[in-house]
């Protein structure tokens, strides 16, 4: 009754958001151990030009409602539709990434569903001898991997961090089956009223996709600390990243936050500024590639991974790099 494998779309100021293609390439390796087909489901207002994106990156099929009430992400709205589709196609694997519209999203979805969800997963592959999805994430604050089964129920939902599955092999020759769907108008929730939206400054936002990333933690001092920060991921083209002690503090945006409960983030390089690298801290980035800690405790836990440790004030040491780099 159940087959297929889908990837729930995010897109977002016109643009796909690269976690959608690196969960196609998951989607297709255990749609071909399941002998299935890869379906992109995409919900906005002109999104259906971006179909060929996704066919260029391992979809077989992009399901669409393509709608000018989806212009903004609703999760009522959305949770609804996505419901509908699938009582409608009976998809056996849904994935989504676990970004913060994610997030909203497929717990809501998985409830009115009947069904299990996983959140956060950083594996899944396909039991060979049931051919259920095995969900592999962090427990414990990241001390153990637990590998979850839903064994009873259709479909298996999970949710995956951006930048933990590879994207696939562009291939501009690859095409499939476009499918739209209309939008009645008893999926519309009018709970919510959008009044006004801007657009964050991306720049020093995005951690998920950044490649260079500079945290700040409790050693910032405050929100004028950050500007030291912001100011040197505007130099690198980086986005600014936090400890969650600073987040509670207010001095910055959750959105910003690194961190078992913020983002998991792999950029090229990471430098953690005043941050003293607790274990929850250390699950969201330690798979950095390069790591700088600049602290003024050389004891600090941060101290013992970095690739390079630098003891010091950081607001001697940042502005430091940023002459050195305007230099080069
Ligand atoms: P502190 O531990 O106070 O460290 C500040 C550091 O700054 C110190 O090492 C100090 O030497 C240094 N310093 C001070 N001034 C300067 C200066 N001028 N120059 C250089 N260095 C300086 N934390 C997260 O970050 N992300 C999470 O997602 C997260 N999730 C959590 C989930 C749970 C369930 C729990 C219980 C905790 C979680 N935490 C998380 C909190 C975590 O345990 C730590 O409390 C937090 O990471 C500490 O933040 P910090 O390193 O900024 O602050």
């Known amino acids: 009754q159940y087959h297929d494998v889908w990837v729930i779309a995010e897109q977002r100021y016109g643009e796909i958001k690269p976690v959608t293609f690196e969960l196609l390439g998951t989607a297709r390796r255990l749609a071909s151990a399941r002998g299935g087909q ?8 002109n999104i259906t030009r971006y179909a060929d994106d996704c066919f260029h990156r391992q979809a077989d099929v992009v399901l669409a409602v393509d709608d000018p009430e989806l212009t903004h992400f ?3 709205t959305y949770a609804n539709i996505i419901v509908d589709l699938i009582n409608k196609y009976r998809p056996e694997i849904v994935l989504c990434g676990a970004t913060s519209r994610g997030r909203a999203l497929l717990p809501r979805v998985a409830v009115q569903v009947n069904a299990g969800l996983t959140a956060d997963c950083t594996g899944l592959e396909i039991e060979p001898e049931t051919g259920n999805l095995l969900q592999t994430r962090p427990a414990f604050g990241g001390n153990i991997m637990a590998t979850i089964k839903c064994m009873n129920h259709r479909p298996q939902m999970a949710t995956v961090r951006p930048r933990v599955m590879s994207e696939p092999e562009l291939d501009k020759n690859r095409t499939g089956k476009l499918i739209s769907e209309p939008l009645p108008e008893s999926m519309v929730s009018r709970r919510l009223h959008i009044l006004q939206t801007f657009k964050d400054d991306e720049d020093t936002t995005s951690i998920a996709d950044a ?3 500079v945290a700040g933690g409790r050693g910032v001092q405050g929100p004028r600390g950050f500007d030291v920060l912001k100011e040197f991921a505007h130099l690198v083209g980086g986005a600014v990243g936090a400890s969650r002690a600073a987040v509670d503090a ?5 959105a910003h936050q690194v961190g078992q409960t913020g983002q998991t983030v792999q950029p090229r390089v990471y430098i953690a500024c005043g941050v003293s690298g607790q274990i929850q801290h250390l699950v969201g980035m330690q798979s950095a590639q390069t790591i700088i800690a600049i602290n003024r405790d ?19 040491v940042l502005p430091a790099m940023a002459d050195e780099l305007k230099r080069l």
């Not at 890869?38 to 207002?45: I, K, P, Q, R, S």
């Not at 207010?250 to 959750?254: A, K, N, R, S, V």
């Not at 013992?304 to 950081?314: C, S």
Request: include cysteine; proline fraction near 5%; glycine fraction near 8%.
């Open 211 to 213: 490649h260079f990333i």
């Open 38 to 45: 890869v379906w992109c489901v995409m919900l906005g207002h």
């Open 74 to 76: 609703v999760d009522d």
């Open 250 to 254: 207010g001095w910055i945006e959750y």
């Open 298 to 316: 050389a004891n600090a836990p941060i101290m013992k991974i970095p690739d390079y440790a630098i003891v010091g004030d950081l607001f001697d």
